[in-house]
């Protein structure tokens, strides 16, 4: 008798369009970066009058001499800070380009070690960005640290041990071995030398001995005991070092310490459009925020593309991207003039490595449109900075961004002592996708105080560690959360595999007074939906207890296996955890109504210590996860985070789940097209039953490619997406009341089927044409037009002829194929409006003839069902793909069936379309 009660209080299955919050919902896509290369073919020499001499610079074919490209080679017998800067005598210094670069202007670095502060004087423009280059004949490394060589004194007579005096005349800015490290701290110069205390308090500064960072210790006792170790004595005066190995002197070793507190930082703030590419960072002595302050930073700037870059060994912040700080009055260095707020953004940041920094990897305060795409982000926090000891304010982590609407997608973040993306105080229209979160501290991925709508989808996120000891009762604030979420509302979490977290899930509360947009912070219009839970140490999924605080909330069509099947869930209450006496009685309640047996209830007095509950108790307290499956067995997960890749073993009952529809999540973490039919819950729609193996890194396809930049302008732009009419109802045990046969077209009244030339990759047609006589279907064609991009397309459409619900039918295969070998066919389904501005991507197919590139099927078929106003059309598109350097030949596509069957459908008064 419980069972149907439990299932009739269960939650209905349900399509979720984020009605209530997609209006707004902008994506900040990849912007289109123009590539520059330069033919160097003669350099003039440097004229009497002082003007820089200008080389001829080659913009996508077309030369611009009023461009200039300076080369900055340190090895050069010739360099010369004094000279032109061309290749026959180049600059010695980063800087003395930096003062000289502006719009449209390229500074290329060729191999060496610099030791300096580049601090660019302007930058660039709309299409003309100022351009800093590795020249890729050598590494290019520009260090905040320099070489030190004291006379060195051995201290004490401990072997290994030895004292080096400090010279602080090479402190050009403030002496970072007297400064202590201020998080969130009001005196940001506070020096901590001289000191008379046992426990000497680290500084910003840093020792590095044969490259390899020593720690900084607190004590005597701990230098002379710990090799690769070091501290700044108590007077200040001196650094004191036990060098590793053993019978070796200083002089055995290279010893550079940090004196520069940034290494690539515009003195005015604010600048835009300048480019970073190809450089390795370290070794950077910057104190913590507020203001943020980076070993890279954008300074309120905007549109930077920082990419192909090595970030590591700053002593706080790898990378600041956001607007510094709201407090200008403590801004160092700083123009008179820009001590004021400056609101930056629209950054683009890619393929980085950014690593082994002391407080976190990238940090942004207050920035809009920036994208956050295939980077490695690392071991960050290495310093284990914490409230309770040695910050005021919580900012570690791999990602640590404020107020930010970012694109996060397609990284590796992992081995972090501290959250793994973290969006703070404002997240509306954030996206988190698409993203590799393993091994880091706290949280994986971590949302506070805001209303969004934000995101969450296709992650991986897994072996996330507790901030200390976690016993079972949840005895820590942060127990290793997959995703977590306190003070926030309105998060989206769909698609995502939550894997051997040392905590929840996911897990979201409420746990403060703060307000937030003039409102209470609530944990509110929560969707957890379609994601695989597998193996988390303290149950799948924990919400607040129903309350003015937390309403609205969805769980549902999860997929779940669990430690204990009695602990698959978690609750909480607002400011309680546990749960209060409320919680309890009403479970008691729900407990006995169902009829549920005296045995296979908790223990209710002892259970607030230990909120978990089954499936069953789930569904009857929190009427949550009607639809979602709970696992046993037949399900195997293997993370291999070294490689990384992925092993799933799953049967026919994992391939018969089904998910929700999702509002803009169209592809999956492999970059496959979420089917409209039979969507999987989980980051991966290919897979088949039994063994599966995936290579998680790097991601396939990506923001800087066509066939990512198709896709992300598929959904990225909530204004140019197509939203379901809400006046048309899917109908019920309806019959077909007109069909309308492709074979038939000639029976059919003209432009009912139509066609079109497409220029490019989004839809902007040319032309409208069709064959039409007798022939079973329409034969369209491409042709690749070069190496690493797509073709022009060639576009069938049916048009609806009247509104209703619609059943389609699809299918064609190639007729034609050349050139199979370099490449391959994708047809592409989706759906248009009547004015073709709004589209909403349906299927992808990649087909190619026998023996050709991928193995590829020569045919494809799809179907459908969907609600379509009249003049809406459903359009079928084939492009040639070239992923190599050649072009991938032609090919011809024959549409053999494309059928629409209306169904009977009564329009709903006074109702829109969204």
Known sequence: MHNNNIYQQGSPPMNIDMQDFSHRLLFKTCASIAIFTFFISGCMSAQETGKEDREQKNINGKSDSGIRVFHVAQKNPKATDSGPGDQLTPFMTISAAAAKAGPGDTVIVHSGTYREKVSPAKGGAKDKPVVYMSAEDGDVIIKGSDIWKPEWISYKNIPGVYEGKLDKSIFQERNPYETGISIAGSDRNKKVRPAETANLPRTIGQIFINSAKAAQVETLEDVGKHPNSWLVSPSGESIIVHFPGKNKKPEDYSVEISVRNRIFSPFRRGLGYITIRGFIFEHCANQGPFP??????????????????TIRHAATIGLDCGSETWDCTNLPETHPEDKHVIIGGSHSIRNNVISDNGLCGIAGWNHGGTVIFGNIIERNNNMNFYTAYDASWEEWGGI??????????????????????????????????????????????????????????????????????????????????????????????????????????????????????????????????????????????GLPYPS???????????????????????????????????????????????GIPHESRPNLSNWPAHPFLDMIQWRLLMKQDGQSIEFTKDLTILLRPRIPNISIKINDAFLAARSLEIDLVDIDYNGDAIPADHRLPGPFQNLKSGKNTITLWPVIGGCQTAERKFKTSMIANYEKYLHKPNDILKPENSSVEESFSFAGMNSRPAGLWTA??????????????????????????????????????????????????????????????????????????????????????????????????????????????????????IAVRMQIVSPGSAPAGSGNLLIDKFNARRLNVTPQANSIIE
């Open 756 to 873: 079109a030339r497409q220029p490019g990759v989004n839809p902007d047609f040319t032309g409208t044409y069709l064959k039409n006589d007798n022939a079973p279907g329409a034969e369209i064609s491409a042709q690749a037009s070069g190496g690493g991009q797509r073709s022009p397309s060639s576009v069938v459409f049916f048009n609806a002829p009247s509104d209703g619900w619609y059943q389609m039918e699809i299918s064609g295969k190639l007729s034609k194929r050349i050139s199979e070998s370099a490449g391959f066919v994708v047809v592409t389904i989706y759906m248009l409006d009547a004015e073709g501005e709004k589209y909403r991507y349906l299927g992808e197919f990649k087909l190619n003839s026998a023996n050709g590139y991928g193995g590829f099927p020569p045919e494809f078929k799809w179907d459908g069902e969907m609600a379509l106003k009249q003049g809406w059309r």
């Open 400 to 541: 640590k961004l404020h107020a930010s609407n970012a694109l996060v997608e397609g990284n590796l973040i992992r081995d972090n002592e501290g959250h793994g993306i973290w969006i703070d105080n404002g997240y509306e229209n954030a996206r988190i996708t698409r993203n590799l979160v393993v091994n880091n501290r706290m949280a994986g991925i971590f949302l506070e105080l805001g209303a969004g709508p934000v995101l969450i989808d296709n992650n991986i996120v897994a072996f996330t560690r507790p901030l200390g000891f976690v016993d079972r009762a949840g005895g820590d604030f942060y127990n290793g959360f997959g995703i977590y979420a306190h003070d926030a509302s309105d998060l989206i979490v769909a698609h995502n595999m939550l894997l051997s977290n040392s905590g929840t899930g996911v897990f979201m509360r409420t746990i403060t007074d703060r307000s937030y947009g003039g409102k209470h912070v609530e944990t509110s219009n929560e969707r957890i939906v379609n994601n695989v839970f597998y193996d988390n140490g303290r149950g799948a999924i």
């Open 548 to 594: 003015q605080y937390a309403k609205g909330n969805i769980s549902d069509n999860n997929l779940i296996l669990a430690r204990d099947p009695g602990e698959l869930f978690v609750i909480n209450e607002f400011k309680e955890c546990p749960p209060g006496k409320e919680v309890v009685s009403a479970l008691e309640t729900k407990l006995k109504e169902a």
């Open 292 to 309: 943020q302050g980076g070993a890279v930073s954008v300074r309120s700037g905007h549109n930077w593309v920082i990419e192909d870059n």
